[in-house]
C-alpha cells in the first residue's frame, strides 16, 4: 500500500486541478487501534482541493464569518491565500517580506530552482478575529490590522533577533505561544542581524516576550490540550513529540517524551500539529497524518501523496481536517470536531 501511495505524487500545476477524490485507490487510512474507528470512518476519502508551485502553510479555518473560509500560506510567494468552499482563491495577505536580501533566508528547491522563504509560515486568529502569523522573511510574529497594515508582536529576545519563527496557538487567557526553529551559528556578534544562538519556544503575554523553553531540538508545531493542562510542541529534526504541564503563570513543567517517530523512514516529519476536542493529537509525520490519543499512543496515520506541512479543523462544525502540503491542499471529513482559535 505504502508504495502505491508514494506512486501518488501528481505533477505540479499553477493552482490548477478539479476536485477530486482517491476512491478509486485503497483506502488511506492505516488502523492500528480500534479508537480509530472513532475519529475516522471506516469509508473516509482524501480529497485534493488545490496543486500549487509555492509551499504551501499555515491553514486556519475561519469560523467567525459568513460565509466561512480557510487560510492558508504560500512561504516563498509571500502571500496569505483565502479559499472559500466554493473553490474560489484570492489573496488577502501580501507585502509580507518589504526586504531585497535574501541571502540569509532558508531556500526551498523546487525543480531547478530554489526558492527564498521570504512569507509567513504558521498562522491563527486572535480574539479579535485579526490574523497573526509567524514571518520567516521579517523573522518576526505580527499581525494584521484591520486596515491590512502590519505590526510587530515580537522580533526578537534579549536584542537578539528571532531566526525563524514558525508555529503559534493562543491560549484562552490571550497569552500567544510561538516556535523559534532555526538558530544562528553563522553572523557574528556584532552584526545587527545576528539571531538567537539556540532554538526556542516563547510566549508573548501583556506585550513582553518570555522564554518557555530552549531544551528541544528545532521545535515547530505546538498545541494545547483541552482544559489547556498540557501543552504539547513536536520537534522535527528527532521526529519526538514532548508534553508540558502548563504552569498558572503560563510557563510549562515536566516534559514528557509521548512519541518517538524517528523509527519510521517514510518521507515525512512532525511539522504542523493540532488537538481535538476529544484531546486526539494530529501531526504530521512519516507517510502523511499520525493520529494519536492523549497519551501518545500511535492509533492510525492518513497516507497522502506527498509529505505534509500542517493542518486545522474547518467547515461549520469544525469536523473536516484541511492538510497543506508543499505543493497542496487536502481534505478529510472526521467524526470529531477539532480545537479552532
Given at each position: 500500500m505504502r508504495k502505491r501511495w508514494l506512486c501518488l505524487l501528481?505533477?505540479?500545476?499553477?493552482?490548477?486541478?478539479?476536485?477530486?477524490?482517491?476512491?478509486?485507490?485503497?483506502?488511506?487510512?492505516?488502523?492500528?487501534?480500534?479508537?480509530?474507528?472513532?475519529?475516522?470512518?471506516?469509508?473516509?476519502?482524501?480529497?485534493?482541493?488545490?496543486?500549487?508551485?509555492?509551499?504551501?502553510?499555515?491553514?486556519?479555518?475561519?469560523h467567525t464569518t459568513n460565509p466561512?473560509?480557510?487560510?492558508?500560506?504560500?512561504?516563498?510567494?509571500?502571500?496569505?491565500?483565502?479559499?472559500?468552499?466554493?473553490?474560489?482563491?484570492?489573496?488577502?495577505?501580501?507585502?509580507?517580506?518589504?526586504?531585497?536580501?535574501?541571502?540569509?533566508?532558508?531556500?526551498?528547491?523546487?525543480?531547478?530552482?530554489?526558492?527564498?522563504?521570504i512569507g509567513a509560515d504558521g498562522t491563527t486568529l486572535d480574539h479579535e478575529g485579526r490574523i497573526v502569523f509567524c514571518g520567516f522573511g521579517p523573522r518576526a510574529v505580527m499581525r494584521v490590522e484591520k486596515d491590512g497594515s502590519h505590526t510587530v508582536l515580537a522580533d526578537r529576545f534579549e536584542g537578539k533577533k528571532f531566526n525563524t519563527p514558525n508555529d503559534l496557538v493562543y491560549k484562552?487567557?490571550?497569552?500567544?505561544?510561538?516556535?523559534?526553529?532555526?538558530?544562528?551559528?553563522?553572523?557574528?556578534?556584532?552584526?545587527?542581524?545576528?539571531?538567537?544562538?539556540?532554538?526556542?519556544v516563547y510566549l508573548i503575554k501583556a506585550g513582553q516576550v518570555r522564554l518557555v523553553t530552549k531544551d528541544l531540538t528545532g521545535p515547530n508545531g505546538l498545541a494545547f490540550a483541552p482544559g489547556e493542562k498540557y501543552l504539547y510542541i513536536n520537534e522535527s529534526p528527532t521526529k519526538r513529540i514532548t508534553r508540558f504541564d502548563v504552569q498558572p503563570d503560563d510557563s510549562v513543567s515536566n516534559p514528557k517524551l509521548i512519541i518517538d517517530m524517528s523509527a519510521d523512514k517514510a518521507e515525512g516529519m512532525p511539522d504542523g500539529m493540532k488537538v481535538d476536542k476529544e484531546g486526539n493529537?494530529?501531526?504530521?509525520?512519516?507517510?502523511?497524518?499520525?493520529?494519536?490519543?492523549?497519551?501518545?499512543?500511535?492509533?492510525?496515520?492518513?497516507?497522502?501523496?506527498?509529505?505534509?506541512?500542517?493542518?486545522?479543523?474547518?467547515?461549520?462544525?469544525?469536523?473536516?481536517?484541511?492538510?497543506?502540503?508543499?505543493?497542496?491542499?487536502?481534505?478529510?471529513?472526521?467524526?470529531?470536531?477539532?480545537?479552532?482559535?
Open positions: 501528481f505533477s505540479l500545476a499553477v493552482f490548477g486541478g478539479a476536485l477530486h477524490s482517491y476512491a478509486d485507490d485503497p483506502s488511506p487510512i492505516v488502523r492500528l487501534d480500534p479508537a480509530l474507528d472513532k475519529i475516522v470512518t471506516s469509508g473516509a476519502k482524501l480529497e485534493k482541493l488545490l496543486d500549487g508551485h509555492g509551499f504551501f502553510e499555515g491553514p486556519t479555518w475561519v466561512q473560509y480557510l487560510l492558508f500560506t504560500d512561504i516563498p510567494g509571500g502571500v496569505i491565500h483565502k479559499w472559500t468552499p466554493d473553490g474560489q482563491l484570492t489573496v488577502v495577505v501580501d507585502h509580507i517580506f518589504t526586504g531585497t536580501d535574501t541571502s540569509g533566508l532558508a531556500q526551498y528547491p523546487l525543480g531547478d530552482k530554489k526558492l527564498p522563504m484562552s487567557d490571550g497569552t500567544l505561544y510561538f516556535t523559534d526553529t532555526q538558530t544562528d551559528q553563522k553572523r557574528a556578534e556584532t552584526d545587527p542581524e545576528k539571531g538567537v544562538s539556540f532554538s526556542g493529537i494530529y501531526c504530521t509525520g512519516p507517510g502523511g497524518l499520525w493520529i494519536l490519543s492523549p497519551d501518545g499512543k500511535h492509533i492510525g496515520t492518513i497516507l497522502t501523496p506527498q509529505r505534509l506541512s500542517n493542518l486545522t479543523f474547518g467547515d461549520k462544525d469544525g469536523k473536516t481536517l484541511y492538510m497543506t502540503a508543499p505543493q497542496g491542499l487536502y481534505r478529510m471529513r472526521l467524526k470529531i470536531a477539532g480545537i479552532r482559535p
